[in-house]
């Protein structure tokens, strides 16, 4: 259309020329006067025409520039190299105007790639126009994520809700990975909780000494790798890892409400399972970016009925895991430019020890062993519950102090003040979704997914 402009044009011109020679007539020669603003109208719509054509191809590729610079590049040379690449290559060797090396800022998480064409007129020479320059930039919002989900595997987790878990996890997953340029800054670790944590590979290096046959009462079974929560403070605050403060491992002796050495440590068996780390989850996945690994760990989870739930101990671990300091080293610093780091805590049930049918005991070992042993600072189950609960909001406070944020998750819980404390954990209150059943699980998981998909082209 443009070019078709441009030939009208310069054909109307050159009629102008012989008209304004033609001395047979004096209304032609008022009529080719007349015509000269007609020719410099058609004349001005072919030049801006170009000059828009470029700025519209200018923009495109620098917005495809600063995608790919935010998403591959890490240091200031790499972020520059790859804009200048991107924009080359898909800046039209046929668009009007010729550009130079765009020009790239980076201010921490923000990157603008900016640059200018000029375009030589044609008609517009006439009145001494010579040439249009326009001008486009792009900021991108260089925005990584750094991602914990802290999920209860605990007894009412079972069956449909179990899946639905499973389901709603899985979805969060794949919104976040089907992302390309947010998967170069993508991690993403997963902590399974329920009476204690399964702190998975690292966990020998980090527990205090125990002899290795106190753990295989049959000579198949061995120590999983839960272990138990540290004493207040230190179950409440980020302290790094080093010899003399390690955790104690998780041991349930045999007992009357857990009798062993027959091991059947199934999920399913529930009160009937037995074993050294009964109540014991599935590993901890440190950050990551593998999304086979995720997709994996998230088909193995399982849940347990036996414990108790301990909010505040995955939560401890979740920030553990986004933590960069020991015992594990897959995070960034806190606060870096341009990343996120983010914590989602679901739970279904209320804090607190189980306590088996039929059994002597007060209630079920757990995460901070026998509550008969006094170790919460009480030997009551309610004042237990409160601990634990003011011990989570504690963490959650001081996660937030760091800039986390936290997004939290109840599942067709009926406690209003369990509900309360998860809303109050959040980071701001519409972080935290209350699910009446499966459906708005997965829909929650998915919102909150979205939020989380934050690399984007904001100018």
Not at 18 to 35: D, E, K, Y
Not at 144 to 171: F, M, N, Y
Not at 183 to 193: D, M, R, S
Request: aromatic share 8%.
């Amino acid at each position: 259309m443009v070019k078709r402009l441009s030939e009208i044009a310069s054909r109307f011109s050159r009629f102008l020329a012989i008209l304004t020679r033609n001395q047979r007539g004096s209304v032609l020669v008022l009529w080719a006067f007349a015509a000269v603003p007609v020719v410099l109208g058609v004349g001005t719509v072919v030049d801006v025409s170009r000059a828009y054509m470029a700025r519209s191809r200018l923009a495109f590729a620098l917005d495809a520039a600063g995608l790919a610079a935010g998403a591959a590049g890490s240091t200031e040379a790499e972020i520059k190299s790859i804009a200048e690449q991107y924009f080359f290559a898909n800046y039209s060797a046929n668009s009007p105007g010729t550009p130079s090396t765009p020009t790239v800022a980076i201010d921490g998480g923000v990157i603008t790639v900016s640059e200018s064409v000029t375009v030589e007129t044609t008609i517009m020479q006439l009145i001494g126009q010579g040439e249009i320059t326009v001008t486009a930039s792009a900021e991108i919002l260089r925005k990584g994520l750094e991602v914990v989900l802290i999920l209860v595997l605990q007894r009412p987790v079972k069956g449909g809700k179990l899946e639905s878990l499973r389901g709603a996890s899985q979805d969060l997953v794949d919104i976040l990975f089907q992302v390309p340029e947010l998967q170069a800054n993508l991690k993403v670790g997963i902590v399974p909780y329920s009476a204690s944590v399964n702190v998975g590979g690292i966990a020998p290096s980090v527990v205090t000494a125990a002899d290795a046959a106190t753990y295989d009462p049959t000579d198949n079974e061995a120590w999983n790798g839960c272990v138990l929560g540290r004493s207040y403070p230190n179950d409440v605050e980020d302290i790094p890892f080093s010899a003399g403060n390690e955790w104690p491992r998780y041991f349930w002796d045999s007992a009357q409400d857990n009798v062993w050495p027959v091991v059947l440590d199934d999920p399913d068996l529930c009160n009937s399972s037995t074993g050294p780390d009964l109540g014991c989850p599935t590993p901890v996945v440190p950050l990551t970016a593998n999304k086979a690994t995720l997709d994996a760990a998230v088909g193995a989870m399982e849940a347990w009925c036996r414990g108790g739930t301990f909010s505040n101990i995955g939560m401890m671990w979740g920030w553990r895991v986004l933590s960069p300091d020991a015992p594990f080293s897959e995070g960034l610093p806190y606060q870096t430019p341009g990343y996120d780091k983010v914590a989602i805590l679901m739970t279904d049930g209320v804090n607190g020890y189980f306590t088996a049918p039929g059994s002597d005991f007060s209630a079920d070992y757990a995460g901070y062993g026998r509550l008969h042993d006094g170790s919460l600072g009480t030997t009551k189950k309610n004042a237990a519950k409160t601990i634990l609960n003011n011990r989570l909001s504690e963490v959650c406070e001081n996660m937030k102090s760091e800039g986390i944020i936290i997004y939290t998750v109840t599942f067709q819980l009926n406690d209003n003040n369990t509900k309360q404390i998860y809303e109050n954990c959040a980071s701001e209150p519409d972080k935290y979704f209350d699910s009446g059943n499966g459906t708005a699980l997965q829909t929650a998981f998915k919102d909150i997914a979205e939020q989380l998909i934050n690399l984007r082209v904001s100018k």
